[in-house]
């Protein structure tokens, strides 16, 4: 089955980027521009992974992020979580939130799909039998 995975950002131009650096893959590629809709949107996806912009309108991506491992569901859903925040002490607060990657802009199209790639298969080690029975 494809994998499905969540691209919430705000910024078009980000957007087209991730989307290209991923789309050689047989991804399911999903989309949400804001913190609402990517709480929506993964409560009714429940995507594999998602690639979180921390910079969002109306919840911010670490505020998504703590509210998706509220829900059981999503606590060992990976999450990457991208920002140009380089100010001392971001990192840290990004991994506190519960993301479980951090990567920084500019996005780097080679480091992030191998990034993902790894994330993917260690979900997959972690949690073999998971899959079919989540909807029990
Ligand atoms: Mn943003």
Same mark, same amino acid.
């Given at each position: 089955? %494809?994998?499905?995975? &969540?691209?919430?950002?705000?910024?078009? @131009?980000?957007?087209?980027?991730?989307?290209?650096? &991923?789309?050689?893959?047989? *991804?399911?590629?999903?989309?949400?521009?804001?913190?609402?809709?990517?709480?929506?949107?993964?409560?009714?996806?429940?995507?594999?992974?998602?690639?979180?912009? &921390?910079?969002?309108?109306?919840?911010? /991506?670490?505020?998504? +992020?703590?509210?998706?491992?509220?829900?059981? +569901? #999503? =606590?060992? +859903?990976?999450?990457?979580g991208?920002t140009? *925040?380089?100010?001392? /002490?971001?990192?840290? %607060?990004?991994?506190? =939130? /519960?993301?479980?990657?951090?990567? =920084?802009?500019?996005?780097n199209t080679?480091?992030?799909?191998?990034?993902?790639? %790894?994330? &993917? =298969? @260690? @979900?997959?080690?972690?949690?073999?039998?998971? %899959? /079919?029975?989540? #909807?029990?």
């Amino acid at each position: 089955m %494809k994998e499905k995975i &969540l691209i919430v950002e705000d910024n078009p @131009q980000n957007v087209r980027l991730i989307e290209m650096t &991923l789309k050689s893959k047989n *991804y399911t590629l999903l989309k949400a521009t804001d913190g609402e809709e990517a709480l929506d949107m993964a409560t009714r996806e429940r995507p594999d992974l998602i690639i979180m912009d &921390l910079r969002l309108p109306k919840m911010n /991506g670490l505020e998504v +992020t703590r509210k998706l491992r509220e829900n059981p +569901t #999503f =606590s060992h +859903t990976p999450v990457i979580g991208v920002t140009a *925040y380089a100010m001392k /002490g971001d990192r840290e %607060k990004v991994l506190e =939130s /519960g993301c479980d990657a951090y990567l =920084s802009k500019p996005i780097n199209t080679r480091e992030l799909p191998e990034v993902v790639a %790894k994330m &993917l =298969s @260690q @979900q997959r080690k972690i949690t073999p039998d998971l %899959k /079919g029975d989540e #909807f029990v």
